[in-house]
């Protein structure tokens, strides 16, 4: 993830971004390795880690705004917010990339899911579309959510029962409502947004758009400083087949410590 400023004069200046997550990961647990004493990361998908080390950049900005300095107050990205605790500064916005399309529903009709027939491929996509999908154990790939299966249990888990963990596209997805800041800094800071998405191979840029923005029309009204966020997608024209992900964010020229 990068994160940078925008200029009211030039607008997006990447020339002055800083990246601040960075992460790789295909996989998640078996659900015979679930820690009770917070040990273990369940899901290990570069997507989940790098929001997960987005959360200590987060940290380590409120705390730089709370400092007794009154310099370091200069470097934080947030701000006081009369509703709300704090709040990002009106010009810092956070980007994503994405090496490959977020597993789950947002991959199922990119190059990498269409299989030799045609045919039957786009019917299986189609009847398998807007389905939440959980990934497989200790494997790539994910399987439809069963809409009546039982209510996941940790004693349940730990005598064999699958471990449910939702895929990226679920995931992404959620942050696009409640923000990418998790719980614990909900009652601190106003919800952070993505501002843009960029996939680099195995993409279909129409059906990624629809699963991120069609699924939150279904949504009712929401509390006060949330909202449907729909960042910007965009896919590059080369990239590496090595699975990553980055958490950029842009910052202007006028920054003091630039």
């Given at each position: 993830?990068?994160?940078?400023?925008?200029?009211?004069?030039?607008?997006?200046?990447?020339?002055?971004?800083?990246?601040?997550?960075?992460?790789?990961?295909?996989?998640?647990?078996?659900?015979?390795?679930?820690?009770?004493?917070?040990?273990?990361?369940?899901?290990?998908?570069?997507?989940?880690?790098?929001?997960?080390?987005?959360?200590?950049?987060?940290?380590?900005?409120?705390?730089?705004?709370?400092?007794?300095?009154?310099?370091?107050?200069?470097?934080s990205i947030f701000v006081r917010h009369k509703e709300c605790g704090f709040r990002l500064r009106d010009d810092v916005h956070f980007h994503m990339y994405i090496s490959t399309s977020p597993c789950g529903d947002g991959r199922l009709n990119s190059p990498y899911e269409i299989s030799t027939d045609l045919h039957s491929s786009r019917h299986l996509m189609r009847k398998h579309r807007n389905?939440?999908?959980?990934?497989?154990?200790?494997?790539?790939?994910?399987?439809?959510v069963r809409c009546r299966g039982p209510v996941q249990t940790w004693d349940g888990v730990l005598q064999g029962e699958q471990?449910?963990?939702?895929?990226?596209?679920?995931?992404?997805?959620?942050?696009?409502?409640?923000g990418l800041q998790g719980a614990l800094l909900s009652h601190f800071l106003e919800p952070v947004y993505l501002q843009s998405v960029t996939v680099g191979s195995l993409r279909h840029t129409g059906h990624l758009g629809r699963v991120v923005s069609q699924?939150?029309?279904?949504?009712?009204?929401?509390?006060?400083?949330?909202?449907?966020?729909?960042?910007?997608?965009?896919?590059?024209?080369?990239?590496?087949e090595t699975?990553?992900?980055?958490?950029?964010?842009?910052?202007?020229a006028g920054r003091g410590s630039e």
């Amino acid at each position: 993830m990068v994160w940078c400023e925008r200029d009211a004069h030039i607008g997006l200046d990447l020339r002055h971004a800083q990246v601040v997550a960075l992460s790789t990961g295909t996989k998640c647990i078996n659900g015979e390795y679930l820690s009770d004493q917070g040990q273990v990361v369940n899901d290990c998908h570069a997507e989940v880690t790098a929001r997960r080390a987005l959360l200590r950049f987060l940290y380590s900005q409120l705390e730089l705004f709370l400092s007794k300095r009154p310099e370091d107050w200069e470097e934080s990205i947030f701000v006081r917010h009369k509703e709300c605790g704090f709040r990002l500064r009106d010009d810092v916005h956070f980007h994503m990339y994405i090496s490959t399309s977020p597993c789950g529903d947002g991959r199922l009709n990119s190059p990498y899911e269409i299989s030799t027939d045609l045919h039957s491929s786009r019917h299986l996509m189609r009847k398998h579309r807007n389905h939440l999908r959980t990934k497989i154990e200790s494997g790539e790939g994910t399987v439809p959510v069963r809409c009546r299966g039982p209510v996941q249990t940790w004693d349940g888990v730990l005598q064999g029962e699958q471990l449910i963990t939702m895929s990226c596209t679920d995931k992404i997805t959620r942050w696009n409502v409640l923000g990418l800041q998790g719980a614990l800094l909900s009652h601190f800071l106003e919800p952070v947004y993505l501002q843009s998405v960029t996939v680099g191979s195995l993409r279909h840029t129409g059906h990624l758009g629809r699963v991120v923005s069609q699924r939150q029309e279904r949504l009712g009204p929401l509390p006060a400083t949330y909202r449907r966020n729909q960042p910007l997608l965009s896919g590059t024209t080369d990239s590496t087949e090595t699975p990553g992900l980055l958490f950029v964010g842009e910052m202007n020229a006028g920054r003091g410590s630039e």
